[in-house]
């Protein structure tokens, strides 16, 4: 039986929808509070035991490389002055084997993990995207390595998104039970839209695959799909080996639309030391001048 040490996390997307911000900076770069979006992604990897990463990326990213390496002036600088916290803070982000790969053209999803294949090799791996965030307990990279451990097939996690979500995610229709918020799969779609969706399950950015979902994302290059979706290939592995779904109930932050980073940057900056105090004063006050208009 093979242990997951491998994560793959994607950051290939343009991020249109925050241009200007992302004309020449990345999206997963954009702070939570003092975070860049990306970093959460990483350290939830790291906190659920994984070895290495490759992060899949794109035209414009290369700062992504830049702030997992160490920044040896910036350490000196920091040192020269005294700011012990500081370098503390900057260590954080120094991550070895982290690995990097570039996809030339947004092809979707699919296409990215296909830049994953050689550095997956014959393991199971972890598929994290990397503007979807999960920040508090247990992590869900965790949850879903240890039901991997356990069931020996692959699993995607899902949540209760809200039926108007589902237009712009991935939606599951779940089929008998396998466990404790696990679910069998009678079919997974992407972005189908509420009206035809039969409940609100939508897919969230964690899934556990095995090398078997490559056969599938290349018979769907073989249709030349414009876009591949990771969604079409999983409806296909599941035909042929039970795939799983896990439900997640907790602290999820899309970071992927300018809605979700503001919800994010109000919800964590109520929690971080320096600004949750001051963040919330400013808060009540405004909900009392709201309730007044
Ligand atoms: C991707 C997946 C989708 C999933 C979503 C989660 O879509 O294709 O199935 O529900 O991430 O955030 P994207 O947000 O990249 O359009």
Redesign the pocket.
Known sequence: MKKIKKAVI?AA?FGIDFLPATKAMPKEMLPIVDKPVIQFVVEEAIASGIEEILIISGKNKSSIGNHFDRNVFLEKLLMEKNESEKLAVLAESDVPNIYHIRQAYPN??GDAILHAESFVGDEPFVIL?G??IMPNGKPLTKTLMDLYDKHQTPIIAMMKTGIEELA????VEVVGVRGENLFGIRH?F??IGSSVATNDL????RYVMTPDIFPKLHALSADAKPHL???DAIEALNREQEVLAYEYQGERH?A?DKYGLLIANIELGLKHKETAQPLAEYLKELSKQLKRE
Do not use: F, N, P, R
């Open positions: 994607t997307d979707g999803l995207l503007d979807d712009h995610s991935g939606v997974v992407e972005k939508g897919i969230i950015g979706q990771l969604t899309d992927g």
